[in-house]
């Protein structure tokens, strides 16, 4: 069985058939492409990036002392791939995917009995999750099978001929035999290719099919049923133009998009990943984002926002606020924040701060360049230095009154007047019911005073064992209503407490900002923020660009001339890396495959002539995404179909000249918010805070006498969160995603540890136990089957056909129309019949058709 095969249509009678049938198509399709623990030789950008970042540098500092090539403790050595396959003398070192059978593992944990770890060495939590999450990935190890002897002095001069690094040209789009197909320029770069190998393009698909693949793949959300028909209705040549228009200016839009960019940033609605401690204000970004792809920000503005745009100038306080709120992009990941060592927290979060201008802006790993020159790229140990001297002159936490917690910075945003008046207006009423609220306590505490003294007299002139009656009653009754008073207070205090945490405030958003005495950094040997080496004048990664490099003035921290520098026209990467992360999205494949990673162990592109050409036109079209966007899914290239062709595959079994559409399933985000709106569940939302409001939680573990009993809660979400789309959910660090969010730990959700550019697509059995069992899904499907049976129809088929419109977007086969007849009409009783409509319902939700962008 080809694993990728999908059905167009339901197949069989029995809906239950069709949900089994589902569950082992997935388990074929899982093990067609092998298990999880399977090794795989190439090592990943993701991959590569947790080992030069974290793992090297800590094998580095606390195992090649006792493991490397002075002394080998146990006959071990961990300085080399070979070292800790061959193991010591207690066998392999590792087993990679499977940390907690590891022997490495379990020593630093203290819990082997043949591999204690040195007296001399004791590693943190922190430290052992690094190791365990290395292993657990697979212990991706880019090291020789030799030790190696020093580090490496300066990179080689022909790795600055790498393609990527080469300047950006605008090719001419080539001649094509076939002239008729074409209908732009980016299809006549693939058809040239296709024709030089004797490939023809797919045909093109059925209108359907495009319009459910362009509202997905712009919006995240499904056609409905009034497009469907509108579209397939509309003859006229521009009909694919409007449907475009339209969707790259509505809201779902910046809403789909957005999702990308934050997978980029390793976006959370927490701070790091340890102590549940949440970040409050993360929704400002998230929002900024949104309004950024709405507004068709130009990528040049968008990426000088995020790098400094506290220091730029603005025309308007609004566009002062999101320029400020934009450099939370610099602080939203996965910061540790709990350590006694604050040096060590600063170098930190410069060195996340680099990675992610590394990895977002120039799809480089720079990461592992805090220890040497980088392994395979031509990026020095005093271009790290460079940077990181820009960031760490800039203030981007503090530390705060509890012991070793650090916390990240917030700035107070200017208000334009309309906003001040409001919160003015707010902090009156808001006034007014605390006073009311202290006066009520007032009240109560004085009638409990009085109580109390009462129940004293009461208690000590009665004989033990004897109730003495007064006026005011006897103990029961005092007691009862020092009870009552007892509870009204415990309200109202929480009461008042609320009032404190939501007194109207100031607008704040986690910000940076230039530090007073900005200054050249220092060399860390070895990545030790303890032992400093020589000073280096701040900069930039010099192999991308000529000199001369935009000057530093005295008294600022460089990041606006860093700004400047990464969207210089001579700066090679940024445009080519957006472009390709664009057709990523599109497409299901870059141009260039690896698409977080433009470094000399990355793929070459499969079309270098139309990568450029799309970054040239990126650039000279005012670094407009809407606009590149519309021009990539109006090419003849995105209406090809997706159909199989055992001639093609078998010259081109990946696609790589792109002779067909990829299918792809529909990623977390937009199945959720699929199923939401075809039961007609999905409920706009205009932004806003993520995290719902509890009472009396800790959070964190700090003394419970220094916690707001106000606070966020990670794992809680308010009723109505459940009809919003996924991205106005809260995204949790460490742990799984919980309540309406679940979804996403099951279908490939990217960790919000990562920063990561494209998502992995897994199919596992457990998804396929998902869709047939879970609540989630069978609620929607009863939606859906009573929305259905309370439309104005007379008879089933006209149901059917609105049912089909509606889930699949596309008209019912004659086929089809009998298979489900005959399911439903298994008995007349309308109880019994709602039920066979839910459960067919349920199973067009659990179809390949449904889950797969064709």
């Known amino acids: 069985m080809n694993p990728v095969t999908v059905e167009h249509s339901l197949l069989g009678t029995n809906c239950l058939d069709l949900a089994r049938a589902l569950a082992v198509r997935i388990a074929i399709v899982s093990l067609a492409f092998g298990c999880p623990e399977a090794a795989h030789a190439e090592i990943s950008p993701q991959q590569l990036q947790l080992f030069e970042s974290k793992v090297r540098p800590l094998l580095i500092d606390r195992c090649y002392e006792c493991h490397g090539t002075k002394q080998q403790s146990g006959g071990l050595r961990l300085d080399s791939r070979a070292g800790w396959k061959k193991g010591g003398d207690s066998g392999p070192a590792l087993i990679p995917g499977r940390p907690e059978q590891s ?35 697979g212990a991706p190890d880019p090291r020789d099978d030799v030790a190696p002897t020093g580090i490496q002095a300066q990179s080689p001069i022909d790795r600055k001929k790498h393609w990527a690094f080469e300047p950006v040209a605008r090719p001419e789009p080539p001649r094509v035999r076939d002239s008729s197909w074409p ?52 003859n006229s040549p521009k009909a694919q133009e409007r449907v475009v228009d339209r969707l790259l200016a509505s809201v779902a839009f910046g809403e789909r998009w957005a999702r990308h960019w934050l997978d980029l940033v390793g ?65 939203l990941g996965e910061i540790h924040i709990v350590t006694a060592d604050k040096l060590q927290l600063r170098a930190d979060i410069v060195d996340h701060q680099i990675q992610k201008v590394g990895t977002a802006f120039l799809g480089l790993t720079l990461g592992c360049v805090r220890c040497h020159d980088h392994k395979f790229d031509p990026v020095l140990l005093r271009d790290y230095y460079g940077m990181a001297g820009i960031f760490a002159s800039s203030e981007s936490s503090y530390v705060t009154e509890r012991g070793v917690w650090s916390s990240i910075r917030t700035s107070e945003l200017p208000e ?61 009754e005092l007691k009862a209503k020092k009870a009552e008073l007892e509870k009204k207070l415990s309200t109202l205090e929480a009461t008042l407490w609320h009032l404190d945490y939501i007194e109207p405030k100031a607008t704040v958003a986690y910000s940076v900002r230039d530090v007073d005495q900005p200054a050249d950094g220092r060399i860390t040997i070895r ?11 701040r900069g930039f990664i010099r192999v991308l660009s000529p000199a001369p490099w935009p000057e530093i003035p005295s008294g600022t921290s460089g990041r606006s001339q860093l700004a400047d520098w990464l969207v210089r026209t001579d700066n090679p990467l940024p445009a080519r890396v957006t472009v390709n992360r664009i057709w990523e999205k599109l497409f299901g494949e870059g141009l260039v495959r690896t698409v977080d990673y433009f470094g000399t162990r990355g793929e070459r592109p499969s079309h270098p002539d139309l990568l450029d050409w799309l970054a040239t036109e990126f650039v000279q079209n005012g670094w407009s995404q809407k606009r590149l966007i519309r021009e990539i899914v109006l090419s003849r290239a995105y209406r090809m179909s997706s159909k199989h062709h055992p001639e093609a595959a078998t010259r081109d079994p990946d696609n790589r000249l792109l002779w067909r559409m990829n299918r792809r399933r529909l990623d977390a985000e937009s199945l959720r918010d699929t199923l939401l709106s075809v039961s007609g569940a999905l409920q706009s939302n205009p932004g806003g805070p993520a995290l719902a409001l509890q009472y009396v939680e800790n959070v964190g573990g700090l003394n419970p006498k220094d916690v707001n009993p106000v606070s966020f809660r990670l794992n809680k979400y308010h009723e109505w969160q459940h009809h919003y789309r996924t991205i106005y959910l809260p995204v949790v660090r460490s742990a799984a995603q919980p309540g309406p969010a679940e979804l996403r730990n099951l279908f490939d959700f990217p960790p919000p540890t990562e920063m990561a550019g494209q998502r992995s697509s897994t199919s596992v059995a457990t998804q396929a136990l998902f869709l047939m069992n879970s609540e989630f899904i069978k609620s929607h499907a009863q939606r859906l089957s009573e929305w259905v049976l309370n439309q104005p129809l007379q008879d089933d088929r006209s149901r059917l056909e609105l049912l089909y419109l509606r889930a699949l977007n596309r008209p019912v086969t004659d086929a089809e129309l009998e298979i489900a007849r005959k399911f439903l009409d298994i008995d007349t009783n309308d109880d019994k019949q709602r039920g066979s409509w839910t459960a067919f319902c349920h199973a067009l939700l659990s179809s390949n058709e449904f889950l797969f962008r064709l």
Request: charged content about 25%; overall charge negative; some cysteine.
């Open 267 to 331: 976006y959370a609605d927490q701070l790091g990943t340890v102590n549940d401690v949440p970040a409050p204000h993360a929704w400002r970004y998230r929002d900024y984002v949104i309004r950024a792809f709405n507004s068709d920000k130009p990528f040049d503005q968008f990426i000088r926002e995020q790098v400094a745009g506290d220091l730029l100038p603005a025309s308007s306080v609004e566009m002062q606020q999101d320029a400020i709120i934009a450099t939370g992009f610099l602080l």
């Open 103 to 137: 022997r490495l593992i379990e020593a630093v944990r203290g819990r082997h009995p043949a591999g204690a770890t040195s007296s001399k060495v004791t590693l943190s939590e922190r430290e052992i999750e690094i190791l365990a999450e290395w292993v657990r990935m």
């Open 416 to 476: 334009p007047l309309w906003q001040r008046t409001e919160r003015e207006e707010a902090l009156r009423q808001h006034a007014s019911k605390r006073v009311n609220a202290q006066n009520e306590r007032t009240k109560w505490t004085n009638q409990l005073a009085e109580v109390n003294g009462k129940l004293t007299n009461v208690v000590s002139s009665t004989e033990p064992g004897k109730a003495l009656a007064t006026k005011d009653g006897g103990e029961t």
């Open 183 to 234: 209908l732009g320029s980016i299809d006549r770069f693939l058809l040239s290719k296709l024709e030089a190998n004797q490939l023809p393009p797919a045909p093109d698909t059925d209108p359907c099919t495009w319009l459910r693949r362009v509202t997905l793949d712009l919006t995240g959300l499904p056609p409905t049923p009034e497009e469907v028909t509108a579209f397939v209705g509309d």
């Open 527 to 537: 990545g030790n923020v303890h032992a400093p080496g020589e000073t280096v004048p």
